[in-house]
């Protein structure tokens, strides 16, 4: 335990991290408050909403229809708030809208917005059953739950990229754990301490599993914390669908399930993602000389999927679907739900044959 104590010091201790994780918090909260936050906007009879007074407008005017959406609710919704109809050079959707007609007017009206000079008002509504919303629902064997659920969008939105940034974060903290040790010319001497060199091998690379868990733990935090304090987390049983963009498909059913679920899913992805690149730096550090190797080594892995994915798809892209920089991706998830368990086992390989090499391979190596 001291052994382990001392290693999760030493991972912390450095100011260049500390910084990183500062500065990696910091960009998360100023994402949220000026592209979040600070782009909402919502006319409520006539009166213009923005920023965190229009959420909580929003938030309020949905209280009123809560519940299973039906077509008579779907009027009312119209007959009380009326159809968009504003648009503004250069800025996408109607700029006189809330967020009930515009929920039933993107689902339901008969007109759509594809650009600002693009676009139709709509003049009337479908039923619900005429519409993929409708099919989605008949599909899925759900019923469509209205309520509020901007939060949730923005949720996905900003986890993943707080994860992305955790991702660096891991790769930073993470790579001196035995590179540093090489480089500094220490590794003799910490291994010849009378824990032993097994229990000091043990012990950097669970402290490393311990960073990694942190570092997630302080990003999903901090995401919960700003979005329970200006948007709140109604609509947990919504179809997930109709909460992240462009993703509602009657033949998927994937995408009827509820956001509660999703989240969940998406919070267990992410941190599985975050632990395999975790065991990727930590085999990384084990097999290089020098911090610099490591941290290049480690990024050039993390980031070469990404050329995989750029080369085509097929094969090539159901396996990259399991390392960790896709995995946290949310449009991912929802393309490789059906296949789920393969990019899961792919996960669960990297994360425990790195971790076996990276003990292996620094038993073996004379002190």
């Not at 003049?123 to 949730?152: M, V």
């Not at 296949?339 to 086992?345: A, E, G, K, S």
Request: aromatic share 12%; with cysteine; net charge neutral.
């Amino acid at each position: 335990m001291r052994l382990y104590k001392t290693e999760l010091f030493k991972l912390f201790y450095r100011k260049f991290f500390v910084v990183c994780l500062l500065c990696v918090l910091g960009i998360l909260l100023l994402y949220f408050y000026f592209v979040n936050a600070g782009d909402e906007r919502s006319t409520v009879n006539g009166k213009l909403y923005t920023g965190y007074k229009a959420v909580q407008e929003d938030r309020k005017i949905t209280k009123e229809f809560r519940g299973v959406l039906t077509d008579d609710k779907a009027e009312q919704i119209i007959e009380k708030y009326g159809f968009p109809s504003k648009v503004e050079e250069y800025y996408g959707d109607f700029r006189d809208q809330n967020y009930l007609n515009g929920f039933i007017t993107e689902y339901l009206g008969n007109g759509y917005f594809r650009d600002w000079d693009d676009y139709k008002v709509s003049t009337s509504l479908y039923t619900i059953s005429q519409t993929d919303l409708g099919r989605a629902a008949e599909a899925g064997g759900n019923e469509i739950i209205l309520d509020y659920t901007k939060g949730w969008t923005v949720f996905f939105d900003i986890l993943q990229l707080g994860m992305i940034l955790g991702s660096v974060l891991v790769l930073v903290g993470v790579s001196p754990v035995f590179s540093e040790e090489y480089q500094n010319n220490m590794s003799a001497l910490l291994f010849t301490s009378e824990e032993g060199k097994s229990k000091d091998i043990i012990a950097k690379i669970a402290a490393c599993f311990t960073m990694t868990t942190i570092i997630y733990i302080a990003i999903v935090v901090c995401v919960s914390v700003c979005i329970g304090a200006v948007y709140g987390f109604e609509g947990k049983d919504c179809i997930i669908g109709t909460v992240l963009a462009n993703s509602l498909n009657p033949e998927s059913p994937e995408t009827m399930k509820t956001v509660l679920y999703f989240a969940s899913l998406t919070l267990v992805l992410d941190y599985l993602a975050l632990l395999s690149l975790c065991a990727i730096t930590v085999c990384v550090s084990a097999h290089t000389k020098t911090l610099f190797h490591a941290v290049s080594v480690s990024c050039m892995i993390w980031l070469s999927p990404l050329l995989i994915r750029l080369m085509g798809s097929g094969a090539g892209y159901l396996l990259i679907t399991g390392t960790p920089l896709f995995m946290i991706m949310t449009v991912v998830l929802l393309d490789i739900y059906r296949i789920l368990i393969i990019p899961v086992m792919i996960a669960m390989c990297i994360l425990i044959l790195c971790t076996i090499s990276s003990w292996r391979y620094q038993k073996k190596l004379p002190i």
